[in-house]
């Protein structure tokens, strides 16, 4: 089994008891202006073979008073350096949604560098980076830039009534876009096989060019999408789950599958 993280590993918390049981290590990474919070509820649709870790980011939650990273590499670099000092010995798989996936693929990167494999990565409501980058939505006035994320479902509408709320949400959200919109990268490929989630109704991303994440990797892919648009990561915490746990299985992590899901893989 893998050491569970120190105490000491403030930027990677993780919500899973430490059993015995341990056969994957599953990191998670978040949206734009999002926490480590979003994958708490996730812990009870795992089973005990699979720990699970989420990333604790500068400028919220816990470390709320830090100044947010506006570059990518401020951001991967140290959660890289604390999953190599973890001297994890069971498969390590990584998931992000949103901008997530962008920092999970940068991470996997960087964990090949330091010859780490990553048995699969897993990216959720974002089309690959080598065909999607730039954009300005970082310089929008706080009106425009508010709305253009209420019509992606990413601020509720009790919120925009709470300027005190709103003036502390802000910055990271700005950070965040100005991190996605800054990164640009060369296609380069994995030795991980990618894992696709993405929402039916999500205005963001499109079958065809989510499949592009193939550019990516040497290995197979799987894709699967499920109800909702968006943020369709806050409802379907158990179908995403349940259908990772049987791709992990068909990749061999783990022994058993989980419960039956009927989802599309693509070779």
Known sequence: MSKSPASSMSRWGSFSPATDAVSVRLFCLPH?????????????????????????????????????????????????????????????????????????????????????????????????????????????????????????????DVLLEEPEILRQFLPSMRCDYQVLESYRTAPIQLNSPIIICDGENDSETNMVEMLRWQDLTRQPIFYQRFPGGHFYVREQGCAIATYLQNCFTQLSLLERSSLPLDYSAVP
């Open 32 to 156: 734009a202006g999002g926490g480590s919070s979003l994958y708490r509820s996730w812990v009870r649709f795992f089973s005990s073979e699979v720990y699970l870790s989420a990333a604790l980011l500068a400028g919220r939650e816990g470390r709320f008073n830090e100044p947010c990273a506006t570059n990518i590499q401020d951001i991967t670099a140290p959660l890289v350096r604390d999953i190599v000092l973890q001297k994890i010995t069971v498969p390590i798989v990584l998931f992000g949604h949103s901008m997530g996936s962008i920092l999970a693929y940068d991470i996997a990167q960087r964990l090949e560098s330091e010859g780490i494999h990553v048995a699969a990565l897993c990216v959720s409501g974002r089309l690959p980076p080598h065909i999607v980058y730039g954009g300005d939505m970082h310089r929008l006035s706080d009106n425009e830039f508010l709305q253009r994320l209420k019509r992606l479902g990413g601020i509720h």
